[in-house]
């Protein structure tokens, strides 16, 4: 199993997908379709449907649950409330906006018990109600071989809990600050990263400090990743929300299609000496502000052998 790219990831059909006005504050890459509110969450689940039967297709092991609530627009996006990690553990995490805190369920987490070998389940979201939130792999863009979590400063990612999460779970932190091209800061860390087994993408514009922009190409390139730098655009264009995953045929890169087509040819040639991309159609679930990666959470989990009937 590669330590990077899971196999297997979990995904969330929505019922009632629109851009969620609660989140629209701090995040900028949120945009309204001129379509009525049915048509869009009719799309945002032809889209799901469609992204599905790609990764499928490609040899990914897709968990799908459908979301029944009509009060959790953003629930499409599980890779924010939990994360999986090498020897069986589990981290459950406090969300920033409160209509996102329904998104938790207890069946995926019993999914992955029964299915996968799941030691201990860490849950920090007990502390939302004291003001503390860290959007799991939304907020942390986590390097599983070098054993870093790179972390983009915002209200969405607290230091005290990022500095628990990293000394349970055993990850670095290398924190930063980011910002757009109009000097907003980033409201997640997975819109500006990637980061595979061999390659990473970052937009290294977007921080403005020097120091730490070294450091952040200096501590990827430890573990002989070759770094390709995004541009504001391929940012905007949701190109550094993609996660490498695992087939039986070798390692993709799922990705939208409008990020695949903000990429240059040149980027696209150092991409493909390690894997193959795999473009999603996600217009419409875009405009939530989220792109690929924030739809796929990845199980880093060892799978339990089948049951043997009697």
């Not at 996968?116 to 503390?132: C, F, I, Q």
């Not at 924190?175 to 800061?185: L, S």
């Not at 070294?214 to 929300?241: D, M």
């Amino acid at each position: 199993m590669s330590v990077q790219a899971p196999s297997s990831v979990v995904m969330i059909r929505p019922s009632r997908f629109h851009p969620n006005p609660e989140t629209a504050a701090d995040n900028v890459f949120q945009s309204m379709p001129d379509l009525a509110t049915e048509e869009i969450a009719a799309r945002a689940q032809s889209e799901f449907d469609g992204a599905v039967s790609r990764l499928r297709d490609a040899g990914v092991m897709v968990h799908v649950f459908q979301d029944e609530r009509d009060d959790t627009p953003d629930s499409i996006f599980p890779n924010n409330w939990f994360s999986t990690h090498s020897g069986g553990h589990v981290a459950l995490y406090p969300m920033y906006a409160e209509s996102r805190r329904r998104e938790r369920r207890w069946d995926v987490i019993e999914m992955l018990k029964h299915n996968y070998r799941v030691a201990e389940v860490t849950d920090y979201s007990g502390l939302e109600p004291d003001g503390l939130s860290l959007e799991g792999t939304g907020a942390m863009v986590l390097d599983h071989i070098g054993r870093l979590a790179f972390v983009a400063r915002s209200h969405r990612a607290d230091p005290i809990l990022l500095e628990r999460f990293c000394t349970r779970f055993g990850y670095e932190p290398i924190v930063f600050d980011a910002v757009d091209a109009g000097g907003t800061p980033v409201y997640h860390t997975n819109v500006l990263m990637a980061i595979g087994t061999e390659v990473a993408m970052v937009g290294l514009d977007m921080v403005p400090d020097d120091e730490r922009r070294t450091t952040i190409r200096e501590r990827l390139e430890e573990t002989r990743r070759q770094v390709i730098p995004l541009s504001h655009h391929q940012i905007a264009e949701f190109a550094g929300n993609a996660i490498e995953l695992e087939t039986p045929v070798g390692l993709i890169l799922a990705l939208s299609a409008r990020a695949v087509a903000a990429l240059d040819p040149r980027q696209i040639a150092i991409l493909e000496k390690s894997l193959r991309l795999v473009p999603l159609d996600l217009p419409t679930i875009e405009s939530a502000g989220g792109s690929a990666r924030c739809m796929i959470a990845g199980l880093h989990l060892a799978r339990r052998p089948p049951s043997k009937e009697h």
